[in-house]
């Protein structure tokens, strides 16, 4: 399946392709910083019922926890689109190597609002965004 293909369907609009093409460099990974040092950042994001983090890129070692329940669709830099229902305390971990990253998006498509807690880990093998 060729590249144009992917980024194809009801949630991929023009717009949204051309914030993916730029998102390489945005490390805002949350709503807000509420704390760094040296050696962790850790940040708050807070969704309203239809509000969207834009496109952004992991390249550090991180987790997040939920501290909200709720629902929400996230596109991938790879073509994916996943919907999940998160319950308060879900959490996932996330590592990556020299040159790995992830980039996707996080819209808010239920109707109650969606907070997250996440925290990054500096002293990886990659340079932190911001």
Do not use: C
Not at 38 to 45: F, K, Q
Not at 96 to 116: A, K, R, V
């Amino acid at each position: 399946m060729a590249k144009d293909e992917i980024f194809t369907g009801p949630h991929w609009s023009d717009a949204l392709r051309a914030e993916l093409a730029e998102a390489g460099t945005n490390g805002r990974v949350g709503s807000r910083i509420v704390s760094e040092s040296d050696r962790v950042r850790v940040w708050l994001l807070d969704l309203a019922p239809g509000e969207r983090l834009p496109f952004h890129t992991h390249v550090q070692d991180y987790f997040w926890t939920a501290t909200s329940a709720g629902r929400a669709r996230s596109r991938y830099g790879d073509g994916r689109v996943v919907e999940m229902d998160y319950a308060v305390g879900d959490t996932q971990h996330h590592s990556y190597g020299p040159g790995e990253s992830m980039t996707h998006d996080l819209e808010n498509i239920g109707d109650t609002m969606l907070s997250f807690t996440t925290v990054e880990f500096f002293g990886g093998p990659n340079p932190p965004l911001i």
